[in-house]
């Protein structure tokens, strides 16, 4: 009830796939006295009499229908007013640009179906000179355009005018609308893609945190371990999590220091939750990478 009335028709009429993430379309339903299975009514407004054996079989919850049903009936002008408003004017056909498609936005007079109809009956010479003085503006330009369709050589230097402006406008119209298009298949792909490439940053950040959290675990720094010490290790790995090898890639000038950090990568794999990632991902930033050992810290 507190939605507005665009808010409410963009819930009740779109795609699901293109309502923002995490939005749920209206669960609105529409019951029809002679189509829909089942009706429940009551001489009394607070109360259904209802068998046990119905309202076990169908799981009814008693308490929150009739909870819902005096919502209803206290809200019930309201709820007339936002339902109708919704409905309104809903699959109406606004008018159109394009002269020839204009002739469905509305019903003619009768003074102009009966011009309408003596065209019909006209020879090319008689349609040459004929002036049909229309009520419906729109319908001169419709004239215009049947004789430069049927009959091209009648049209005098001001129609060919006309007709061309009228014809460059057209094209300019669907060249914008073209435009339009284009520039919102754009936005929606940047859109899709900042919202893909936002999801690989969370996946990789996640994968990284897995890595380190478990080698930190098993990490044993040896006596030896000096602040300013650093050791670089290139690990390359498995879909599945699973190390193929540790090559120490920077040494840190400490043998014993070293070999803690092969022997904490080679206790920590595999790296199982890896094998959740996207082939993609995990090609571009697991299948091969560094980790940093310091004494102080561990870092990729």
Known sequence: MELEIDELKTLTFSKKVDLPKGINKLELNELVFNKSPMFVCSPNKDSFKLSPLLVEKFQINMEKCLKNLLYIQ????????????????????????DVDQSLYDGFIS???????????????????????????????KLFLN???????????????????????????????????????QIEAANAAAAELASSEFEMVQSGMAIIQQAVQSVWSRPPS????????????????????????????????????????????APFRELQALPSNVFNENFRSLSLIFQPEDLLN
């Open 74 to 97: 206290n809200n019930i002008k309201k709820i007339e007013a936002k339902v109708q408003s919704m409905y309104k004017n809903e699959g109406e056909r606004g008018p159109s640009n």
């Open 146 to 184: 049947f004789k430069a369709r049927n009959y091209p050589q009648l049209l005098n230097e001001l129609e060919q005018e006309q007709r061309r402006q009228r014809e460059l406008a057209e094209a300019q119209r669907q060249q914008e609308s073209r435009d339009r298009e284009r520039q919102r």
């Open 225 to 268: 371990a000096r602040n300013g010490m650093r050791a670089i290790l290139q690990i390359r790995m498995l879909p599945t999590g699973e190390l193929i090898d540790a090559v120490i890639t920077e040494s840190s000038g400490d043998p014993a220091f070293d070999r803690s950090a092969e022997n904490a990568v080679y206790s920590a």
């Open 110 to 140: 009768n003074s102009d179906r009966t011009k309408c109809n003596q065209i019909q009956t006209l020879s090319v010479a008689e349609i040459e000179h004929f002036k049909p003085n229309f009520e419906d503006k729109k319908l001169t």
